[in-house]
Protein backbone atom coordinates (compact mmCIF):
# COMPACT_ATOMS: atom_id res chain seq x y z
CA UNK A 1 0.00 0.00 0.00
CA UNK A 2 1.58 3.61 -0.81
CA UNK A 3 0.58 6.63 1.35
CA UNK A 4 0.14 9.36 0.45
CA UNK A 5 -1.18 13.39 2.19
CA UNK A 6 -2.17 16.20 0.96
CA UNK A 7 -4.02 19.53 2.28
CA UNK A 8 -6.75 19.17 0.22
CA UNK A 9 -9.76 18.95 2.55
CA UNK A 10 -10.85 15.20 2.91
CA UNK A 11 -14.44 16.16 1.06
CA UNK A 12 -11.93 17.14 -1.54
CA UNK A 13 -9.79 13.70 -1.74
CA UNK A 14 -10.85 11.74 -4.75
CA UNK A 15 -10.89 7.95 -3.18
CA UNK A 16 -12.91 4.88 -3.69
CA UNK A 17 -13.76 4.59 -0.20
CA UNK A 18 -13.14 6.76 3.03
CA UNK A 19 -12.60 5.92 6.60
CA UNK A 20 -13.98 7.55 9.26
CA UNK A 21 -13.08 7.68 12.93
CA UNK A 22 -15.78 8.05 15.53
CA UNK A 23 -14.10 9.28 18.72
CA UNK A 24 -16.24 8.45 21.89
CA UNK A 25 -19.60 8.44 20.55
CA UNK A 26 -18.97 11.88 18.78
CA UNK A 27 -21.83 10.87 16.14
CA UNK A 28 -22.44 15.05 15.44
CA UNK A 29 -18.65 15.12 14.52
CA UNK A 30 -18.41 17.34 11.17
CA UNK A 31 -17.17 13.87 9.31
CA UNK A 32 -19.61 11.97 10.10
CA UNK A 33 -22.36 11.73 7.57
CA UNK A 34 -24.72 9.22 8.27
CA UNK A 35 -25.59 9.25 11.64
CA UNK A 36 -28.84 7.52 11.13
CA UNK A 37 -27.43 5.13 9.42
CA UNK A 38 -25.25 4.47 12.31
CA UNK A 39 -27.78 4.38 14.86
CA UNK A 40 -29.98 1.94 12.94
CA UNK A 41 -26.34 -0.30 13.06
CA UNK A 42 -26.67 0.36 16.96
CA UNK A 43 -22.97 1.95 15.92
CA UNK A 44 -22.06 3.91 19.29
CA UNK A 45 -18.43 4.90 18.53
CA UNK A 46 -16.42 3.04 20.36
CA UNK A 47 -13.14 0.79 20.51
CA UNK A 48 -13.10 -2.31 18.42
CA UNK A 49 -16.79 -1.44 17.00
CA UNK A 50 -16.84 -1.19 13.49
CA UNK A 51 -19.69 -0.63 10.42
CA UNK A 52 -19.07 -0.28 6.75
CA UNK A 53 -21.65 1.40 4.81
CA UNK A 54 -20.70 0.01 1.18
CA UNK A 55 -23.16 2.25 -0.21
CA UNK A 56 -21.65 5.16 1.21
CA UNK A 57 -18.63 3.98 0.48
CA UNK A 58 -17.46 4.93 3.96
CA UNK A 59 -16.84 2.35 6.83
CA UNK A 60 -16.99 3.81 10.42
CA UNK A 61 -14.53 2.82 13.28
CA UNK A 62 -14.60 3.81 17.29
CA UNK A 63 -12.17 4.80 19.31
CA UNK A 64 -12.83 6.02 22.80
CA UNK A 65 -10.00 8.22 22.54
CA UNK A 66 -7.28 9.70 20.19
CA UNK A 67 -4.40 7.96 21.88
CA UNK A 68 -2.37 6.73 19.03
CA UNK A 69 -2.52 2.66 19.96
CA UNK A 70 -6.56 3.05 19.60
CA UNK A 71 -5.95 4.84 16.14
CA UNK A 72 -3.87 2.30 14.76
CA UNK A 73 -5.92 -0.77 16.05
CA UNK A 74 -9.27 1.23 14.67
CA UNK A 75 -7.59 1.84 11.10
CA UNK A 76 -6.43 -1.65 11.17
CA UNK A 77 -9.62 -2.83 12.11
CA UNK A 78 -11.39 -0.49 9.17
CA UNK A 79 -9.55 -1.84 6.72
CA UNK A 80 -9.99 -5.82 7.60
CA UNK A 81 -14.11 -4.48 7.03
CA UNK A 82 -12.88 -3.25 3.43
CA UNK A 83 -10.36 -6.53 2.69
CA UNK A 84 -12.59 -8.37 0.52
CA UNK A 85 -13.75 -5.33 -1.00
CA UNK A 86 -12.02 -4.28 -4.91
CA UNK A 87 -11.72 -1.19 -3.57
CA UNK A 88 -8.42 0.22 -4.59
CA UNK A 89 -8.06 3.55 -2.73
CA UNK A 90 -9.40 4.89 0.24
CA UNK A 91 -8.65 8.43 2.27
CA UNK A 92 -8.76 9.34 6.04
CA UNK A 93 -8.38 12.64 7.53
CA UNK A 94 -5.73 12.50 9.85
CA UNK A 95 -7.41 13.85 13.12
CA UNK A 96 -4.22 16.40 13.82
CA UNK A 97 -4.73 18.00 17.19
CA UNK A 98 -1.88 20.18 17.57
CA UNK A 99 1.12 17.47 16.24
CA UNK A 100 0.65 16.76 12.07
CA UNK A 101 2.79 13.31 12.92
CA UNK A 102 1.39 11.44 15.60
CA UNK A 103 -1.82 10.34 14.33
CA UNK A 104 -0.37 10.60 11.00
CA UNK A 105 2.20 7.85 12.24
CA UNK A 106 -0.04 6.12 13.73
CA UNK A 107 -2.54 5.16 10.96
CA UNK A 108 0.27 4.22 8.63
CA UNK A 109 1.73 1.79 11.26
CA UNK A 110 -1.91 0.41 11.98
CA UNK A 111 -2.18 -0.14 7.97
CA UNK A 112 1.05 -1.64 7.40
CA UNK A 113 1.00 -3.66 10.44
CA UNK A 114 -2.85 -4.63 10.56
CA UNK A 115 -2.72 -5.96 6.77
CA UNK A 116 0.18 -7.92 6.95
CA UNK A 117 -0.51 -11.80 6.19
CA UNK A 118 1.96 -14.69 6.47
CA UNK A 119 0.72 -16.70 3.52
CA UNK A 120 3.65 -18.12 1.90
CA UNK A 121 2.70 -21.65 2.45
CA UNK A 122 -1.24 -21.20 1.21
CA UNK A 123 -1.83 -22.31 -2.00
CA UNK A 124 -5.02 -19.84 -2.06
CA UNK A 125 -3.90 -16.26 -1.07
CA UNK A 126 -6.75 -14.15 -0.05
CA UNK A 127 -6.99 -10.68 -2.16
CA UNK A 128 -6.50 -7.62 -0.87
CA UNK A 129 -7.27 -5.14 -3.73
CA UNK A 130 -6.31 -1.79 -1.79
CA UNK A 131 -3.25 -0.24 -3.22
CA UNK A 132 -3.12 3.50 -2.14
CA UNK A 133 -3.90 5.56 1.06
CA UNK A 134 -4.70 9.59 1.27
CA UNK A 135 -4.06 11.02 4.51
CA UNK A 136 -5.64 14.64 4.42
CA UNK A 137 -3.94 17.26 6.02
CA UNK A 138 -6.94 19.49 6.33
CA UNK A 139 -6.79 20.74 9.95
CA UNK A 140 -2.80 21.10 10.07
CA UNK A 141 -2.59 22.91 6.65
CA UNK A 142 -4.70 25.49 8.20
CA UNK A 143 -1.83 26.61 10.31
CA UNK A 144 1.02 26.05 7.56
CA UNK A 145 0.97 24.96 4.39
CA UNK A 146 4.44 23.02 5.21
CA UNK A 147 3.28 19.52 4.69
CA UNK A 148 7.29 18.04 5.38
CA UNK A 149 7.07 16.43 8.79
CA UNK A 150 4.08 14.41 8.15
CA UNK A 151 5.95 12.90 5.19
CA UNK A 152 8.68 12.50 7.04
CA UNK A 153 6.63 10.92 9.48
CA UNK A 154 5.10 8.43 7.12
CA UNK A 155 8.26 7.32 5.55
CA UNK A 156 9.78 6.82 9.02
CA UNK A 157 6.18 5.24 9.89
CA UNK A 158 6.42 2.88 7.24
CA UNK A 159 9.99 1.59 7.76
CA UNK A 160 8.92 1.03 11.70
CA UNK A 161 6.01 -1.20 9.83
CA UNK A 162 7.99 -3.00 7.56
CA UNK A 163 10.49 -4.42 9.36
CA UNK A 164 8.17 -5.41 12.30
CA UNK A 165 6.52 -7.55 9.65
CA UNK A 166 10.08 -8.88 8.96
CA UNK A 167 10.77 -9.69 11.80
CA UNK A 168 7.04 -11.51 11.83
CA UNK A 169 7.94 -13.08 8.62
CA UNK A 170 11.02 -14.70 10.16
CA UNK A 171 9.25 -15.99 13.28
CA UNK A 172 6.34 -17.47 11.15
CA UNK A 173 8.38 -19.17 8.81
CA UNK A 174 8.64 -23.37 10.22
CA UNK A 175 11.73 -24.43 11.72
CA UNK A 176 12.61 -26.57 8.70
CA UNK A 177 13.01 -23.99 6.72
CA UNK A 178 14.51 -21.41 9.00
CA UNK A 179 17.49 -23.46 10.04
CA UNK A 180 20.21 -21.30 12.09
CA UNK A 181 21.88 -21.40 8.52
CA UNK A 182 18.47 -19.95 6.66
CA UNK A 183 18.62 -17.60 9.33
CA UNK A 184 22.56 -16.55 8.94
CA UNK A 185 21.93 -16.27 4.99
CA UNK A 186 19.07 -13.79 5.64
CA UNK A 187 21.38 -11.88 7.61
CA UNK A 188 23.59 -11.77 5.36
CA UNK A 189 21.33 -11.11 2.36
CA UNK A 190 20.05 -8.14 4.33
CA UNK A 191 23.58 -6.92 5.14
CA UNK A 192 23.91 -6.95 1.69
CA UNK A 193 20.65 -4.41 1.00
CA UNK A 194 21.68 -1.96 3.26
CA UNK A 195 24.26 0.71 2.90
CA UNK A 196 26.90 0.91 5.64
CA UNK A 197 25.98 -2.45 7.49
CA UNK A 198 28.39 -5.75 7.68
CA UNK A 199 28.04 -8.67 8.60
CA UNK A 200 30.11 -11.56 10.15
CA UNK A 201 29.03 -15.51 10.96
CA UNK A 202 30.50 -17.49 13.11
CA UNK A 203 30.43 -21.24 12.65
CA UNK A 204 31.31 -24.75 14.89
CA UNK A 205 34.61 -23.83 15.21
CA UNK A 206 34.43 -20.46 15.82
CA UNK A 207 32.16 -20.95 19.03
CA UNK A 208 35.08 -23.30 19.66
CA UNK A 209 37.82 -20.74 19.31
CA UNK A 210 35.49 -18.30 21.83
CA UNK A 211 35.04 -21.06 24.58
CA UNK A 212 31.75 -20.96 23.55
CA UNK A 213 30.98 -23.70 25.48
CA UNK A 214 27.20 -23.00 26.73
CA UNK A 215 26.28 -22.18 23.59
CA UNK A 216 27.95 -25.61 21.64
CA UNK A 217 26.28 -27.70 24.45
CA UNK A 218 22.68 -26.42 23.45
CA UNK A 219 23.31 -27.10 20.10
CA UNK A 220 24.98 -30.04 20.13
CA UNK A 221 22.12 -32.87 18.84
CA UNK A 222 20.47 -30.70 16.35
CA UNK A 223 21.36 -31.85 12.72
CA UNK A 224 21.50 -28.19 12.15
CA UNK A 225 25.11 -26.54 12.72
CA UNK A 226 24.69 -23.27 14.86
CA UNK A 227 25.86 -19.86 13.87
CA UNK A 228 26.57 -16.27 15.66
CA UNK A 229 25.67 -14.04 13.55
CA UNK A 230 26.54 -10.83 13.98
CA UNK A 231 25.51 -7.77 11.89
CA UNK A 232 26.95 -3.97 12.57
CA UNK A 233 25.33 -0.69 11.46
CA UNK A 234 27.88 1.81 11.20
CA UNK A 235 27.05 5.18 10.13
CA UNK A 236 29.55 8.20 9.79
CA UNK A 237 30.20 10.02 12.73
CA UNK A 238 28.17 7.59 14.90
CA UNK A 239 27.22 8.66 18.46
CA UNK A 240 27.17 6.02 20.95
CA UNK A 241 27.22 1.84 20.70
CA UNK A 242 24.13 0.06 20.92
CA UNK A 243 24.24 -3.64 21.07
CA UNK A 244 21.30 -6.26 20.96
CA UNK A 245 21.41 -9.66 21.52
CA UNK A 246 18.71 -12.22 20.46
CA UNK A 247 17.89 -15.32 21.55
CA UNK A 248 17.61 -17.22 18.23
CA UNK A 249 16.76 -21.10 19.24
CA UNK A 250 15.29 -21.97 15.47
CA UNK A 251 13.47 -24.61 17.90
CA UNK A 252 12.86 -25.76 21.59
CA UNK A 253 11.70 -29.14 22.21
CA UNK A 254 13.50 -29.02 25.48
CA UNK A 255 15.78 -31.02 25.02
CA UNK A 256 16.11 -34.36 27.33
CA UNK A 257 14.17 -32.86 29.47
CA UNK A 258 11.42 -32.91 26.87
CA UNK A 259 8.51 -30.50 26.33
CA UNK A 260 5.03 -31.73 26.65
CA UNK A 261 3.29 -31.69 23.19
CA UNK A 262 0.96 -29.09 23.67
CA UNK A 263 3.78 -26.96 25.12
CA UNK A 264 6.19 -27.82 22.15
CA UNK A 265 3.89 -26.70 19.51
CA UNK A 266 4.85 -22.81 18.64
CA UNK A 267 8.01 -22.91 19.82
CA UNK A 268 9.66 -22.22 16.32
CA UNK A 269 8.90 -18.95 17.88
CA UNK A 270 11.77 -19.47 19.79
CA UNK A 271 13.97 -17.41 17.85
CA UNK A 272 11.99 -14.30 18.44
CA UNK A 273 14.40 -12.53 20.09
CA UNK A 274 16.86 -13.16 17.18
CA UNK A 275 14.19 -11.58 14.66
CA UNK A 276 13.59 -8.39 16.72
CA UNK A 277 17.48 -7.93 16.93
CA UNK A 278 17.75 -8.10 13.08
CA UNK A 279 15.15 -6.24 12.13
CA UNK A 280 15.89 -3.56 14.52
CA UNK A 281 18.82 -3.25 13.26
CA UNK A 282 17.69 -3.19 10.04
CA UNK A 283 14.95 -0.42 11.31
CA UNK A 284 18.18 1.69 12.35
CA UNK A 285 19.99 1.56 9.28
CA UNK A 286 16.97 2.20 7.03
CA UNK A 287 15.79 5.24 9.38
CA UNK A 288 19.54 6.20 9.13
CA UNK A 289 19.57 6.28 13.25
CA UNK A 290 22.88 8.59 14.09
CA UNK A 291 23.93 5.38 16.39
CA UNK A 292 26.60 2.34 15.86
CA UNK A 293 24.09 -0.87 15.88
CA UNK A 294 25.22 -4.05 16.27
CA UNK A 295 22.97 -7.23 16.22
CA UNK A 296 24.72 -10.36 17.82
CA UNK A 297 22.29 -13.86 17.22
CA UNK A 298 22.66 -16.88 18.65
CA UNK A 299 21.13 -19.01 16.19
CA UNK A 300 20.78 -22.99 17.46
CA UNK A 301 18.17 -26.09 17.84
CA UNK A 302 17.28 -27.33 21.29
CA UNK A 303 16.77 -31.11 20.35
CA UNK A 304 17.32 -34.82 21.94
CA UNK A 305 19.30 -37.76 20.65
CA UNK A 306 22.70 -39.78 21.65
CA UNK A 307 24.81 -36.89 21.59
CA UNK A 308 22.84 -34.39 23.37
CA UNK A 309 23.51 -32.09 27.00
CA UNK A 310 22.20 -33.71 29.87
CA UNK A 311 20.62 -33.01 33.15
CA UNK A 312 23.69 -32.71 35.46
CA UNK A 313 26.46 -31.83 32.97
CA UNK A 314 28.42 -29.18 33.90
CA UNK A 315 29.29 -26.13 31.16
CA UNK A 316 32.07 -23.84 30.96
CA UNK A 317 30.97 -20.30 29.29
CA UNK A 318 32.77 -18.01 27.51
CA UNK A 319 33.80 -16.00 30.68
CA UNK A 320 35.03 -19.31 32.62
CA UNK A 321 31.89 -19.71 34.73
CA UNK A 322 30.83 -23.10 35.15
CA UNK A 323 26.98 -23.83 35.26
CA UNK A 324 25.51 -27.11 36.55
CA UNK A 325 22.41 -27.80 33.99
CA UNK A 326 19.52 -29.24 35.94
CA UNK A 327 17.05 -28.69 33.15
CA UNK A 328 18.08 -28.69 29.50
CA UNK A 329 15.02 -26.69 28.73
CA UNK A 330 16.33 -23.85 30.05
CA UNK A 331 18.58 -23.14 27.48
CA UNK A 332 17.79 -19.90 25.90
CA UNK A 333 20.15 -18.74 29.13
CA UNK A 334 23.09 -20.76 27.90
CA UNK A 335 23.06 -19.35 24.43
CA UNK A 336 22.70 -15.69 25.75
CA UNK A 337 25.35 -15.86 28.43
CA UNK A 338 28.00 -16.91 25.78
CA UNK A 339 26.32 -14.29 23.75
CA UNK A 340 26.31 -11.56 26.16
CA UNK A 341 30.34 -12.34 26.93
CA UNK A 342 30.96 -11.70 23.60
CA UNK A 343 28.46 -8.40 23.32
CA UNK A 344 30.46 -7.15 26.27
CA UNK A 345 33.35 -7.02 24.54
CA UNK A 346 32.08 -4.68 22.33
CA UNK A 347 32.15 -2.15 24.71
CA UNK A 348 28.80 -0.86 24.45
CA UNK A 349 26.89 2.09 25.61
CA UNK A 350 23.45 -0.05 25.76
CA UNK A 351 23.32 -4.04 25.70
CA UNK A 352 20.06 -4.81 25.32
CA UNK A 353 19.20 -8.74 25.34
CA UNK A 354 15.75 -9.95 23.76
CA UNK A 355 14.40 -13.34 24.30
CA UNK A 356 11.60 -15.84 24.65
CA UNK A 357 13.25 -16.64 27.45
CA UNK A 358 10.40 -17.85 30.31
CA UNK A 359 6.89 -19.15 30.62
CA UNK A 360 6.90 -17.49 33.90
CA UNK A 361 7.10 -14.60 32.28
CA UNK A 362 3.63 -14.90 31.03
CA UNK A 363 2.56 -16.22 33.39
CA UNK A 364 3.51 -12.86 35.65
CA UNK A 365 2.57 -10.53 33.25
CA UNK A 366 -0.05 -11.99 30.69
CA UNK A 367 0.57 -12.70 27.09
CA UNK A 368 0.23 -9.36 25.88
CA UNK A 369 3.41 -8.09 27.84
CA UNK A 370 6.89 -7.51 27.62
CA UNK A 371 9.15 -8.21 30.71
CA UNK A 372 11.86 -5.86 31.45
CA UNK A 373 14.79 -6.14 33.87
CA UNK A 374 17.84 -4.32 34.40
CA UNK A 375 19.76 -2.75 37.01
CA UNK A 376 19.41 0.50 35.75
CA UNK A 377 15.77 2.63 36.87
CA UNK A 378 16.28 5.43 34.14
CA UNK A 379 17.05 2.77 31.48
CA UNK A 380 13.98 0.76 32.39
CA UNK A 381 11.77 4.03 31.86
CA UNK A 382 13.47 5.31 28.98
CA UNK A 383 12.50 1.88 26.80
CA UNK A 384 8.90 1.51 28.89
CA UNK A 385 7.95 4.70 28.03
CA UNK A 386 9.13 4.46 23.99
CA UNK A 387 7.24 0.66 24.05
CA UNK A 388 3.97 2.99 24.98
CA UNK A 389 4.44 5.40 21.81
CA UNK A 390 5.49 2.57 19.61
CA UNK A 391 2.40 0.42 20.91
CA UNK A 392 3.98 -2.34 22.89
CA UNK A 393 2.94 -2.89 26.00
CA UNK A 394 5.78 -3.56 28.86
CA UNK A 395 5.77 -4.13 32.59
CA UNK A 396 8.83 -4.13 35.16
CA UNK A 397 9.89 -7.31 36.86
CA UNK A 398 12.55 -6.18 40.14
CA UNK A 399 15.74 -8.04 41.01
CA UNK A 400 16.44 -8.25 44.35
CA UNK A 401 19.36 -10.14 46.61
CA UNK A 402 17.09 -13.46 47.73
CA UNK A 403 16.62 -14.14 44.57
CA UNK A 404 20.25 -14.16 42.95
CA UNK A 405 21.02 -16.81 45.74
CA UNK A 406 18.52 -19.40 44.24
CA UNK A 407 20.76 -20.03 41.23
CA UNK A 408 23.43 -21.34 43.81
CA UNK A 409 25.05 -24.87 42.42
CA UNK A 410 26.12 -27.20 45.26
CA UNK A 411 28.79 -28.37 42.07
CA UNK A 412 29.22 -25.71 40.31
CA UNK A 413 29.30 -21.36 39.67
CA UNK A 414 26.19 -21.67 39.29
CA UNK A 415 22.57 -23.92 38.29
CA UNK A 416 20.78 -22.96 35.45
CA UNK A 417 17.28 -23.34 37.25
CA UNK A 418 16.32 -21.60 40.29
CA UNK A 419 15.74 -24.07 43.27
CA UNK A 420 12.62 -22.30 43.48
CA UNK A 421 9.47 -22.40 41.67
CA UNK A 422 8.66 -18.75 41.95
CA UNK A 423 9.71 -15.32 40.30
CA UNK A 424 11.29 -17.71 37.24
CA UNK A 425 11.17 -14.53 34.99
CA UNK A 426 13.98 -12.59 37.30
CA UNK A 427 15.64 -15.56 38.06
CA UNK A 428 16.64 -16.33 34.54
CA UNK A 429 17.43 -12.81 34.23
CA UNK A 430 19.15 -12.48 37.16
CA UNK A 431 21.27 -15.82 35.57
CA UNK A 432 22.14 -13.74 32.69
CA UNK A 433 23.58 -10.85 35.09
CA UNK A 434 26.07 -13.14 35.49
CA UNK A 435 27.31 -13.00 31.70
CA UNK A 436 27.57 -9.08 32.08
CA UNK A 437 30.36 -7.76 33.15
CA UNK A 438 30.32 -5.29 35.55
CA UNK A 439 31.22 -1.90 33.51
CA UNK A 440 27.94 -2.78 31.27
CA UNK A 441 25.51 -3.69 34.37
CA UNK A 442 24.18 -0.36 34.33
CA UNK A 443 23.96 -0.41 30.26
CA UNK A 444 21.73 -3.57 30.41
CA UNK A 445 18.28 -4.70 29.64
CA UNK A 446 16.63 -7.70 29.12
CA UNK A 447 13.30 -7.89 27.81
CA UNK A 448 11.71 -11.30 27.84
CA UNK A 449 9.16 -11.57 24.87
CA UNK A 450 8.18 -14.57 25.76
CA UNK A 451 3.92 -13.75 25.96
CA UNK A 452 3.61 -11.52 22.99
CA UNK A 453 6.43 -12.49 20.69
CA UNK A 454 3.95 -15.39 19.63
CA UNK A 455 -0.17 -15.23 20.28
CA UNK A 456 -2.18 -17.69 18.77
CA UNK A 457 -5.18 -15.68 18.62
CA UNK A 458 -5.51 -12.06 16.89
CA UNK A 459 -4.72 -9.45 19.10
CA UNK A 460 -5.62 -5.62 17.74
CA UNK A 461 -3.78 -5.10 14.53
CA UNK A 462 -1.59 -8.42 15.38
CA UNK A 463 -2.33 -11.51 13.39
CA UNK A 464 -2.27 -14.98 15.28
CA UNK A 465 0.90 -15.97 15.27
CA UNK A 466 4.13 -13.57 15.66
CA UNK A 467 3.84 -10.13 16.06
CA UNK A 468 7.40 -8.77 15.79
CA UNK A 469 7.50 -8.04 19.82
CA UNK A 470 10.61 -5.30 20.62
CA UNK A 471 10.78 -4.59 17.48
CA UNK A 472 9.09 -1.65 17.33
CA UNK A 473 9.90 0.11 21.39
CA UNK A 474 13.66 -0.80 20.03
CA UNK A 475 12.95 1.34 17.32
CA UNK A 476 11.32 4.47 19.31
CA UNK A 477 13.24 4.08 21.91
CA UNK A 478 16.59 5.18 19.61
CA UNK A 479 14.55 7.47 17.53
CA UNK A 480 13.93 9.20 21.20
CA UNK A 481 17.29 9.43 21.79
CA UNK A 482 18.49 10.64 18.26
CA UNK A 483 16.14 13.36 18.91
CA UNK A 484 17.20 14.36 22.45
CA UNK A 485 20.64 13.94 21.09
CA UNK A 486 19.84 16.77 17.99
CA UNK A 487 17.97 18.94 20.61
CA UNK A 488 21.51 18.79 22.29
CA UNK A 489 23.19 20.47 19.39
CA UNK A 490 20.80 22.95 18.90
CA UNK A 491 20.13 24.31 22.70
CA UNK A 492 18.08 26.95 21.21
CA UNK A 493 14.89 24.49 19.78
CA UNK A 494 12.40 24.05 22.41
CA UNK A 495 11.91 19.90 22.74
CA UNK A 496 8.62 18.34 21.64
N1 LIG B 1 11.51 -21.07 25.16
C1 LIG B 1 11.11 -21.37 26.48
C2 LIG B 1 10.26 -20.27 27.12
C3 LIG B 1 8.91 -20.02 26.52
C4 LIG B 1 7.79 -20.59 27.09
C5 LIG B 1 8.76 -19.15 25.46
C6 LIG B 1 6.54 -20.31 26.56
C7 LIG B 1 7.51 -18.89 24.92
C8 LIG B 1 6.40 -19.46 25.49
C9 LIG B 1 12.33 -21.59 27.37
O1 LIG B 1 13.45 -22.08 26.75
C10 LIG B 1 11.92 -22.54 28.44
O2 LIG B 1 11.58 -23.63 28.10
N2 LIG B 1 11.97 -22.10 29.67
C11 LIG B 1 11.58 -22.91 30.78
C12 LIG B 1 12.50 -22.61 31.93
C13 LIG B 1 12.38 -23.57 33.07
C14 LIG B 1 12.86 -24.95 32.65
C15 LIG B 1 13.18 -23.06 34.22
C16 LIG B 1 10.13 -22.52 31.14
O3 LIG B 1 9.78 -21.35 31.07
O4 LIG B 1 9.38 -23.42 31.49
ZN1 LIG C 1 13.44 -24.24 26.62
ZN1 LIG D 1 13.63 -21.67 24.68
Redesign the pocket.
Known sequence: MNFTVTQEKIGAVRADCEIVIVINKQLDHKWVHDKKDLETLNFKGTLDEVAFLPHQHRVYTGVDSLERDEVRIAVSNALHAIAKTNYKSVKIASYVKDCPVTNTKAIVEGSKLGTYRFDRYKSEKEPFSIEEMIISLEEYAEKTLNLDPAKIAVKDAETIAEVTNHAKEIVNTPPDDMTPEALAKYAVELANDLDNVSYFIGDQNFLEEQNMGAFLAVSRASTHAPRLIHLTYKPENAKERFVFVG?G?TY?S?GL?L?PSE?MV??K??K?GAAAAISILEGAARLKVPFEVHAIIGACE?MIGGNAYKPDDVLVAKNGKTIEVR?T?????LVLADCLCYATELKPDYLVDL????????VAVGEYTTGVMGHSSPLKHAIMSAATKSGELTGSLPFNRYLKKLLKSNIADLS???SSRYG?AI??ALFLDNFVEEPYKEKWIHLDI??P??VEKDWGYNQAGASGAGVRMCLYWMKDLAYKASQKNHPHKKEK
Open positions: KLDGSKHSMADSNNDAEGRATLTGACVNISGTAAGAY
